[in-house]
C-alpha cells in the first residue's frame, strides 16, 4: 500500500469515528479535528510529488529576502513594501503545480516557476518544491495573520525564520511553535541574519535557539545559521531542501502528522477500553424482594404441603428499590467511559418509572398455584386403607383367642405388616408433602425471577450493550488510525 492509500484509509477511519460518535464527541474536539482532517484529505488529493515549503516570519526577520536567496530570483516583496501585503509568493521548481497553488490561494500574480531553459539542470535537485513567502505572523494587519493561520495546516515543511534579536519572541513561541509538539519532522528553523553576529558567539547563540525550542517541548528541530545579505548557509538551507524533496514525500509526513493530531485528539474522548457488563442478578435479587417474591413463594410452598395458608399477591415495586438497583448496576459501567459516552449509557438505559412498570406486569403474567402432592394424596389414602385393614387383622385374632385362636395364628404377623405399611405411607406422604412444598416454591420463585429477568435484560442489559458496542467500534477505528 502506497503512503498515500495507507494515509487516506487512516483519515477514513477517524472520519467514520466522528461520525459514528455523534455528539458522544465534544464539538469543539469534532470541528478541530474534522477542519484538520478535511485538509489532509484535501492535500493528499492533489498528490504528495510536490514539497509546499513555507516561510514563516515576524516583521524584519529577513525571511522575503531569504525567500530571494534561496530561489535566486528578487521576486518576493522585501523591505518597505513588505508589511503592506497579505498576499503569498510562490516559487515552484518544476512546475505542474497550478491545482496546488489555487488550494492554497496564491493568486496567479504572485507565482513563479525556476528551472528555465537558462537554469539548464542547476535547479534540477530541487524540482517538486513549492517554497511560499507568507505574511508577516506578527503584523498589526489582522488579516496577515489570518493568512499564516490558514496556511500553516497546508505546508508540509514549516521553515519559521528568525532573526539574533527576537529570536526568543513570545508571539511566536506561544502562538505557534508550542502547538506544533509532534511535528518535528516537518520543522526547521532558520536563524538568519547571522552575519550580524560575531563569529565566536554564533554556536552559543544556536544552542540558545535550540534550548529554546526543547523548552516548548520540539525535540531535535534543525537549526540553520544563514545570511540572505552575504548567503552564508544558503547553498547549506539548498542542499537541505534538495534532501527533504527527494527524500519520503514531506506531505505524506505532514499528513502523518496531522493525523497523529487527530487521533491524540480523539484518544480523549473514547475509554482505553469497554467496561465488563456486569450481570441482572444484583438487580433481579433487589426486584425480587421488593415485590414480595420470596414471601409469595414460601406461601406457595406451605400451601402446597397442605396448611391452611393466605397466598399473597404479588406487589408493586417500589419506586426508590428501582432506582436503587438501576442506579448500582449502571454505577461501575457509567464511571469508566467518558463523560459523553457515560451520559448516552443513562439515557439509553430504560428510566426506573418503565423498569418498575415493566416488572409489575411481567410479575402479572406469572402463575402462582399451590398444588398437593397426588403422591402424598395416594400414600395417604394408602396407609388409611392399611391401618384399617391391621386394625381388622388384629381384632379378629383377638377376638378368637378365647375359641380356637390356633387357627388364625398368622393374624399377629399380617397385622403387624399392615400396621408398619401404614405408619411407612404416613411418612411417604409427610416427605411428599414437603418435596411438593419445596417444588411448588422454588417453581414460583424461578418463574418471577426469570419474568423479572427478561425485563432487566431488554431494559438494561440491552442497551448497554449496544452503546458498549458502539463505543468499541469507534474506539477501534481510532487505534486504526493510530497505526
Given at each position: 500500500m502506497s503512503d498515500e492509500q495507507d494515509l487516506t484509509a487512516r483519515v477514513?477511519?477517524?472520519e467514520r469515528a466522528v461520525e459514528r460518535a455523534?455528539?458522544?464527541f465534544d464539538p469543539a474536539v469534532v470541528a478541530t479535528v474534522t477542519t484538520g482532517l478535511t485538509g489532509v484529505h484535501e492535500r493528499l488529493a492533489l498528490g504528495v510529488d510536490h514539497t509546499v515549503v513555507a516561510l514563516v516570519g515576524g516583521t524584519g526577520s529577513g525571511k522575503s529576502s531569504l525567500f530571494n536567496s534561496v530561489s535566486k530570483l528578487q521576486f518576493a516583496d522585501v523591505g518597505v513594501k513588505r508589511p503592506t501585503t497579505s498576499q503569498v509568493t510562490a516559487?515552484?521548481?518544476?512546475?505542474?503545480?497550478?491545482?496546488?497553488?489555487?488550494?492554497?490561494?496564491v493568486d496567479g500574480g504572485r507565482r513563479i516557476e525556476r528551472e528555465s531553459a537558462l537554469d539548464g539542470d542547476t535547479e534540477v535537485a530541487l524540482r517538486g518544491l513549492v517554497l511560499l513567502d507568507l505574511?508577516?505572523?506578527?503584523?498589526?494587519?489582522?488579516?496577515?495573520?489570518?493568512?499564516?493561520?490558514?496556511?500553516?495546516?497546508?505546508?508540509?515543511?514549516?521553515?519559521?525564520?528568525?532573526?539574533?534579536?527576537?529570536?526568543?519572541?513570545?508571539?511566536?513561541?506561544?502562538?505557534?511553535?508550542?502547538?506544533?509538539?509532534?511535528?518535528?519532522?516537518s520543522m526547521l528553523v532558520?536563524?538568519?541574519?547571522?552575519?550580524?553576529?560575531?563569529?565566536?558567539?554564533?554556536?552559543?547563540?544556536?544552542?540558545?535557539v535550540s534550548r529554546l525550542l526543547a523548552a516548548d517541548g520540539l525535540v531535535d528541530v534543525p537549526v540553520v545559521a544563514v545570511s540572505a545579505v552575504n548567503g552564508t548557509g544558503i547553498t547549506e538551507l539548498r542542499a537541505g531542501l534538495a534532501t527533504a524533496v527527494a527524500g519520503?514525500?514531506?506531505?505524506?509526513?505532514?499528513?502523518?502528522?496531522?493525523?497523529?493530531?487527530?487521533?491524540?485528539?480523539?484518544?480523549?474522548?473514547?475509554?482505553?477500553?469497554e467496561p465488563s457488563v456486569l450481570s441482572v442478578s444484583g438487580v433481579v435479587d433487589t426486584l425480587a424482594d421488593a415485590a414480595g417474591l420470596p414471601s409469595v413463594?414460601?406461601?406457595?410452598?406451605?400451601?402446597?404441603?397442605?396448611?391452611?395458608?393466605?397466598?399473597?399477591?404479588l406487589g408493586a415495586v417500589q419506586g426508590h428499590a428501582v432506582g436503587q438497583a438501576r442506579s448500582a448496576w449502571l454505577a461501575p459501567l457509567v464511571g469508566a467511559l467518558p463523560a459523553r459516552w457515560a451520559r448516552d449509557l443513562d439515557a439509553r438505559v430504560a428510566p426506573s418509572e418503565q423498569i418498575g412498570a415493566a416488572v409489575q406486569e411481567a410479575l402479572a403474567g406469572v402463575r402462582i398455584a399451590a398444588r398437593r402432592s397426588t403422591a402424598a394424596v395416594a400414600l395417604t389414602v394408602a396407609a388409611a386403607v392399611l391401618a384399617v385393614l391391621g386394625i381388622m387383622v388384629v381384632a379378629l385374632w383377638v377376638g378368637t383367642l378365647a375359641g380356637d385362636g390356633d387357627s388364625y395364628a398368622w393374624a399377629p404377623a399380617v397385622g403387624a405388616m399392615l400396621l408398619v405399611g401404614a405408619v411407612a405411607c404416613w411418612l411417604g406422604a409427610a416427605a411428599a408433602r414437603r418435596a411438593a412444598g419445596r417444588r411448588r416454591g422454588e417453581q414460583t420463585l424461578r418463574a418471577g425471577r426469570s419474568a423479572i429477568e427478561d425485563v432487566a435484560q431488554r431494559l438494561l442489559m440491552d442497551p448497554a450493550q449496544e452503546v458498549l458496542g458502539e463505543h468499541r467500534e469507534v474506539r477501534e477505528l481510532v487505534a486504526t488510525a493510530r497505526t
Open positions: 477514513d477511519a477517524l455523534g455528539d458522544r516559487c515552484v521548481w518544476g512546475g505542474d503545480a497550478g491545482a496546488l497553488l489555487d488550494w492554497l490561494g505574511p508577516d505572523h506578527d503584523s498589526i494587519e489582522p488579516e496577515h495573520r489570518a493568512v499564516v493561520d490558514r496556511l500553516l495546516p497546508q505546508a508540509d515543511l514549516l521553515v519559521f525564520v528568525v532573526d539574533p534579536q527576537k529570536y526568543a519572541d513570545d508571539a511566536l513561541h506561544t502562538g505557534y511553535l508550542q502547538h506544533l509538539v509532534g511535528h518535528e519532522a532558520v536563524l538568519n541574519q547571522i552575519d550580524t553576529v560575531p563569529f565566536e558567539q554564533r554556536d552559543g547563540l544556536i544552542e540558545d519520503r514525500s514531506l506531505a505524506a509526513t505532514r499528513a502523518a502528522a496531522g493525523i497523529g493530531d487527530a487521533v491524540r485528539a480523539l484518544d480523549t474522548q473514547v475509554g482505553e477500553r413463594a414460601a406461601a406457595v410452598g406451605a400451601a402446597s404441603r397442605g396448611k391452611e395458608t393466605t397466598i399473597p399477591a
